[in-house]
């Protein structure tokens, strides 16, 4: 069993930045691929961003356009999601999750496990 903790959401006026942490329990890390997703109120579940075991694949949900980066570090057993130029549509409680392959995925009922969430929220 994998449990993930999620941290560093809160407040922040739009136009900056915040850098999401997930850290996960165990030692295979290295071998998950990783995601992060976000739910707004009233709205589904929505993909953000997914990182291959390497960390050499990535794939982002089309509303990032170049203003988020998700690494891992698998070392720290670590994923991170770095956000700038932050909009206050982005504001929702965002989930990181791990699934038991190496791939990335965009697909979040492919993922086996997920973070307890962290509240993002952008003023404008």
């Known amino acids: 069993q994998v449990q993930l903790t999620d941290s560093g959401g809160g407040l922040v006026q739009a136009g900056g930045s915040l850098r999401l942490s997930c850290t996960a329990s165990?030692?295979?890390?290295?071998?998950?691929?990783l995601g992060w997703f976000r739910q707004a109120p009233g709205k589904e579940r929505e993909f953000v961003a997914t990182?291959?075991?390497?960390?050499?694949?990535?794939y982002y949900g089309d509303f990032v356009k170049g203003r988020f980066t998700i690494a891992r570090d698998n070392f720290k057993n670590t994923l991170y999601l770095q956000m700038n130029s932050l909009k206050p549509e982005d504001t929702a409680v965002y989930y990181c999750?791990?699934?038991?392959?190496?791939?990335?995925?965009?697909?979040?009922?492919?993922?086996?496990?997920w973070g307890q969430g962290i509240q993002v929220t952008v003023s404008s």
């Open positions: 165990g030692d295979t890390f290295s071998n998950y691929g």
């Open positions: 990182i291959n075991w390497s960390g050499g694949t990535v």
């Open positions: 999750a791990i699934r038991e392959s190496v791939d990335a995925s965009t697909t979040s009922s492919s993922y086996d496990y």
